[in-house]
Every structure is written in structure tokens, then in C-alpha cells.
Nanobody
Framework: QVQLVESGGGLVQPGGCLRL?????????????MSWYRQAPRKARELVAT???????NYADSVKGRFTISRGNTKDLVNLQMNSLKPEDTAVYYCNVLVPVSPRSYWGQGTQVTVSS
């Protein structure tokens, strides 16, 4: 069973930056899309950014111009570069991969991002 593992979270001051990475324990041969979601305390999980199999990207309005999603190198599946971080970006960030066959969707365990002075 493929597992996704996120890394790169941590504590950063407002205005700072972090780079999240998502790696898979096994090779995933066919990917429809890769996304980053986040969930803040007492809030629903929300979509942050998506990159499709052909490289099209989409972002939540709240992160446009500050976050960049990209495909990883041979080790990482997908990365999320987060700049100009704000306290409201504080959340657990999850990696998600959509595939055309069962189980259709993989999730990571999440990595905590805290933006605070």
C-alpha cells in the first residue's frame, strides 16, 4: 500500500517562508493530479493548491501570489513553496494524490505549519 509522507513543516515568523515536500513510499505510475490541503483548528479541510498531470496549477484565492506548487524531482512527488506566510496560514498541511485506479486517492498524515511571532 502506497503511503505519502509530508515534510518541511515547522514554526516560522509572519513574513517567513517554508517549503513542504511530499514523498511516496512506492512509485506511483499514473497520476491525475497532486494537491495540498490544509486544516486549521475547528475548521474544515480546504484545498490550497493543485497541479494536474499536464502541469496546470490552481490555487486558493487566499494563497495566490504567495504559494507555489511544483512537481518534485526523482525523490519528491510534489512540493509547496510558501512565502510571505501569515498567521492565518497556520494549519496541518496534507498531501493528496489522485490516481485513475483504485484506491483513487492517497493522503499523507500531515505536517504542522505554525506562523507566529
Amino acid at each position: 500500500q502506497v503511503q505519502l509522507v509530508e515534510s518541511g513543516g515547522g514554526l516560522v515568523q509572519p513574513g517567513g517562508c517554508l517549503r513542504l515536500s511530499c514523498d511516496a513510499t512506492e512509485t506511483i505510475f499514473s497520476i491525475n493530479a497532486m494537491s495540498w490541503y490544509r486544516q486549521a483548528p475547528r475548521k474544515a479541510r480546504e484545498l490550497v493548491a493543485t497541479i494536474t498531470g499536464i502541469g496546470t496549477t490552481n490555487y486558493a484565492d487566499s494563497v495566490k501570489g504567495r504559494f507555489t506548487i511544483s512537481r518534485g524531482n526523482t525523490k519528491d512527488l510534489v512540493n509547496l513553496q510558501m512565502n510571505s506566510l501569515k498567521p492565518e496560514d497556520t494549519a496541518v498541511y496534507y498531501c493528496n494524490v489522485l490516481v485513475p485506479v483504485s484506491p483513487r486517492s492517497y493522503w499523507g498524515q500531515g505536517t504542522q505549519v505554525t506562523v507566529s511571532s
